[in-house]
């Protein structure tokens, strides 16, 4: 019986071919990795940036650039949150919550910014929790912009309602306060296995119209 994971092995490369060239600028500028370094450090954790590629990464730049904050949720290794920096941000604007402490740990090893003054912030938070952590309680009405790329779709409805209010809480009270993403969707909304086999229970996947009633 094949391993279930064999069906990602067609995905596997043993090297890396090809860097996009946002993620070297990352890693050149704000790092100080060495252009002859960056495949090496990569192929340790391959990583590029999804926030650039959202029409309004444009207006996002703008805004932080002016002062204003942005968080990402799910932000992983915050590679998002690096490449605002890169493009003329301040590390004093740009927030992340990930579940997982390790993720948030290890992105300082990746992008060597453990000791940069000001230190981004990274916040390890379970969104599912019914109540902000003592941890979050500083951003409260805090985020001008908040970002949410292929998380939401990870959970059922009734999750995706108790995220959602918590962001809310964290949104600055102000006419152009923003929540953006992207998610995983289905022209059928409903409530889909998992992809990930060993994962029980379901995820919601959004067409746009339940994601208009939805919001």
């Known amino acids: 019986m094949a391993h279930p994971q064999d069906q990602y092995k067609a995905w596997f490369l043993e090297k890396i ?9 990352i890693l050149e500028r704000y790092s100080g990795i060495s252009r002859d370094e ?4 990569v192929e340790r954790v391959f990583l ?4 650039t590629r959202h029409p309004l990464y444009p207006e996002v730049l703008s805004r932080a650039r002016s002062g204003q904050n942005v968080l990402d949720i799910g932000c992983c ?22 579940i997982e402490q390790g993720f948030l740990d290890q992105s300082h090893v990746l992008f060597r910014d453990a000791d940069k003054v000001p230190p981004i912030t990274l916040v390890a938070e379970n969104m599912l ?3 902000l952590s ?10 001008d912009i908040i970002y949410m790329a292929k998380f939401l779709h990870l959970f059922d409805i009734d999750q995706q309602h108790n ?26 909304a409903g ?12 995820s919601y996947y959004h067409n746009t119209k339940s994601f208009q009633d939805f919001m």
Do not use: C, W
Request: net charge neutral; glycine share 8%; proline share 7%.
């Open 38 to 41: 960056v495949t090496e450090h």
């Open 134 to 143: 003592s941890s979050l309680q500083p951003l409260v009405e805090k985020m």
């Open 17 to 25: 071919e090809f860097i996009p060239t946002e993620t070297s600028e």
């Open 77 to 98: 290794f915050g590679t998002d949150l690096r490449k605002l920096i890169v493009d003329g941000a301040s590390s004093e604007n740009v927030f992340g919550i990930d």
């Open 129 to 131: 929790n019914a109540n």
């Open 163 to 188: 995220i959602m209010r918590k962001a809310v809480k964290l949104l600055r009270r102000k006419p152009d306060s923003m929540i953006i993403g992207s998610q995983i969707g289905n022209v059928h």
């Open 191 to 202: 409530s889909y296995p998992h992809r990930v086999g060993q994962y029980p229970g379901t």
């Open 48 to 51: 590029t940036p999804s926030l």
